[in-house]
């Protein structure tokens, strides 16, 4: 069954079972997603994971060879991209170096039977839009990053197309610039209510835009979900890795109580979390438990294990440390300042311990 789209029975999108292989490599392999009216989904994951097939998959770029994509209840599995309310936005922005900004955001709606004044009309509403009104004259290498970028996000959105895709949209900008446009990136979204399916493979990016992130793995979507719920309660390793910082320690089930377990591990036994994934498991199996360093806590009675102190670094926001166990695991613990007075050395032995809601446990 597709992954819902949370609170919509009509999802505006709908993927069934998508297919598509390139000779004996499976790119996206039976995925199936409900995308909601207005919703700001993320696919991320590592190069090679198959979201960009996808999107393009959607664009009608490519055909799947197995599956069905329905937008608005309308099959689209077959259509080329011109006859989709679908438009996308490329990584490389493909702007027309010889056009200033206005031909470029009026060469999207020429044919469409629109009047000269109705479509000079509508590039200064796409202008305004974008914050770039008196911009229209330019040519694009006399834009900067952001400004092309926005250019190509108005041009994309010229046709007012249901649905639209951004390949790795933000990728070309410096970091300030990016965390800027992301938040204009969303409001704008949000003005529109537009549905936006947007890829990248940076984590931050992923949690700062999207109402839901869709993880890949392998042409697999391997967990859908809001941020908090993929970060807090990841359902498997490489998402709890993908997505943050991640201690992970190994052992093995020991029993059950409600929905903790007792883990028994090298440092200690621990009591954690089981993760979904873990139904069926039996006494016995290995198992990881994943902590966030921000879960971490010195002195706690809670999952106290033994260790030493090896490193501390003041990062002005917060204190992180690295803690070394007696079979040689590192731990990474990180605090919010202001901290206490009078803090660990590096040398000193000390015992990091998580509450065991804190803790997720996870297959090996």
């Not at 030493?308 to 070394?324: E, F, H, K, N, S």
Request: hydrophobic residues 45%; glycine residues 12%; charged residues 25%.
């Amino acid at each position: 069954m597709p992954a819902p789209a949370p609170d919509h029975p009509e999802p505006l999108l709908r993927l069934d079972r998508v297919t598509k292989s390139f000779g004996a490599h499976r790119a996206v392999d039976a995925v199936s997603l409900d995308l909601a009216p207005g919703e700001f989904l993320c696919l991320l994951g590592p190069s090679g994971c198959g979201k960009s097939t996808l999107l393009r998959l959607l664009a009608g770029f490519e055909t799947p060879d197995a599956g069905t994509i329905r937008l608005g209840g309308e099959d689209l599995t077959g259509l080329p991209p011109h006859r989709r309310p679908v438009n996308m936005m490329f990584q490389s922005y493909a702007l027309f170096p010889h056009m200033s900004v206005a031909q470029n955001l009026a060469y999207g709606l020429q044919g469409l039977g629109h009047s000269r004044s109705a479509i000079a009309e509508r590039v200064q509403g796409l202008l305004r839009l974008v914050k770039l009104e008196g911009f229209g004259a330019r040519r694009p290498d006399k834009l900067s990053g952001g400004q092309r970028q926005r250019v190509a996000l108005a041009r994309a959105l010229a046709r007012e197309p249901q649905l639209l895709l951004l390949d790795e949209p933000l990728g070309a900008l410096d970091r300030a610039l990016r965390e800027e446009t992301q938040g204009e990136l969303r409001a704008l979204q949000r003005r529109l209510g537009t549905g936006f399916v947007v890829v990248t493979h940076d984590p931050e990016e992923a949690m700062a835009l999207a109402d839901r992130i869709g993880v890949m793995d392998r042409g697999r979507l391997v967990q859908v979900g809001p941020a908090r719920d993929l970060y807090e309660r990841p359902a498997s390793r490489f998402v709890a890795g993908l997505l943050g910082d991640v201690n992970l320690i190994a052992g093995f089930l020991e029993s059950a109580v409600g929905a903790m377990r007792s883990v028994r591990t090298e440092l200690g036994p621990i009591r954690a979390v089981a993760s979904e994934a873990l139904s069926g498991a039996e006494l016995g199996d290995p198992v990881v438990v994943a902590v966030r360093p921000e879960r971490m806590r010195f002195g706690a009675g809670d999952n106290a294990l033994a260790g030493t102190l090896v490193d501390a670094a003041y990062l002005g926001d917060r204190m992180r440390r690295q803690v070394r166990m007696a079979d040689g695991t590192v731990l990474r613990a990180s605090a919010s300042l202001p901290e206490e007075a009078a803090g660990p050395a590096v040398g000193d032995s000390i015992s990091p311990g998580f509450a065991p809601e804190d803790g997720w446990i996870l297959p090996a």
